[in-house]
């Protein structure tokens, strides 16, 4: 056998490894303790460069080998600290909590205070909420992350702050059986009503109208805040960026002024007409799931009592109004798009 082949045998063998014992990473809710060492200072000071960087991501005591880079659209003209991505390289994870992965989307903490640490532990909590009503979603895992400055720009104390990881488009689509597609636009006819009702009333939940199964002024793909995958014939639209949600209520959020609400806070229903009795059974399993969402905000590390309870109270408007339930579906429908 040759060098060349032999090297591409050995290769094949650990990603073989590396998919066949990859660990659940998305499946647990504990805390991953890790910290980021590399030229922060840097990475920030240049946040316009989407370059890839060499940093080592120690996590569970375990060092990782990883390329980092800044990305984001918006959050970078309003973020001291920028949302970054990872790339792991296949042969440095096996048998670790990231065996299997490969690009992951790191949001972090945004602004250097505690206030913004609050909104990103507030928007893990919109996506722990959404898997709670539907399983073709993207999952989240919570870090405890120590940013250690190798380049010595930065001259406050060591970074340590909450953020979290988002599971990968191609990871989703695995796991439910689907394809990710590019699409410039989508009929509601394409769609999967069960999962766009869930959708339209999860928007709602948490007071998010920073969403639409248009395609964005500057995008060329559908849709704005979501991804669309292809399930056995038929479109789910899959949402994702919940920071300028009223359950978020992040500082620097305010709604798109063509819309009439003047603060996040403000609900405002921005789902399209849908078969009533659709609706409803979205509703149900909403409603349903009221326990377990209410106490994804009661548990959430880091966050304060008061910061919890307000997040409870903000949900609970929600499931009041949503006790009379005829009353609050011919709501809905007066208003769907």
């Not at 998010?208 to 002024?217: F, G, M, P």
């Amino acid at each position: 056998m040759s060098y060349l082949a032999r090297k591409f045998l050995s290769f094949a063998v650990i990603i073989a490894v590396a998919q066949a014992d990859a660990s659940p990473l998305f499946d647990d809710s504990a805390v991953i303790e890790a910290e980021l060492v590399g030229a922060i200072g840097s990475l920030i000071a240049n946040k316009k460069d989407r370059s890839e960087q060499p940093f080592v991501l120690v996590a569970n005591g375990v060092e990782h080998r990883v390329q980092v880079r800044v990305r984001g659209n918006s959050r970078l003209r309003v973020c001291e600290f920028p949302p970054l991505r990872i790339r792991f390289s296949a042969s440095d994870t096996v048998g670790t909590v990231f065996a299997g992965q490969d690009k992951l989307k790191l949001v972090t903490h945004c602004r250097n205070r505690a206030i913004a640490e609050t909104d990103a532990l507030e928007e893990y909590a919109a996506y722990r909420i959404f898997n709670l009503v539907s399983d073709i979603g993207y999952r989240v895992r919570l870090l405890r992350i120590k940013y250690t400055d190798t380049d010595e720009r930065r001259k406050d104390k060591p970074l340590e702050y909450y953020g979290f990881l988002i599971e990968s488009q191609s990871a989703l689509a695995r796991r439910v059986g689907g394809q990710a597609v590019e699409v410039t636009g989508v009929s509601l006819r394409s769609l999967d009503d069960d999962q766009a009702a869930l959708v339209y009333l999860f928007q709602y939940l948490i007071g998010n109208t920073d969403w639409s199964l248009a395609t964005a002024a500057d995008d060329e793909t559908c849709c704005h805040n979501g991804d669309i995958l292809d399930i056995g014939a038929k479109y789910f639209y899959v949402p994702y960026d919940f920071d300028l949600a009223g359950l978020v209520n992040a500082k620097y959020a305010y709604p798109d002024p063509a819309l009439p609400i003047r603060k996040v806070t403000q609900r405002m229903y921005r789902g399209y007409c849908t078969e009533h009795a659709t609706l409803q059974k979205a509703l149900g399993i909403v409603t349903s799931r009221k326990p377990e969402i209410l106490q994804v905000m009661n548990e959430l590390p880091g966050l304060t009592a008061k910061d919890a309870a307000n997040g409870v109270g903000y949900l609970n408007e929600f499931f009041a109004r949503a006790e009379d339930i005829e009353k609050f579906l011919q709501t809905l429908e007066r208003r769907c798009l």
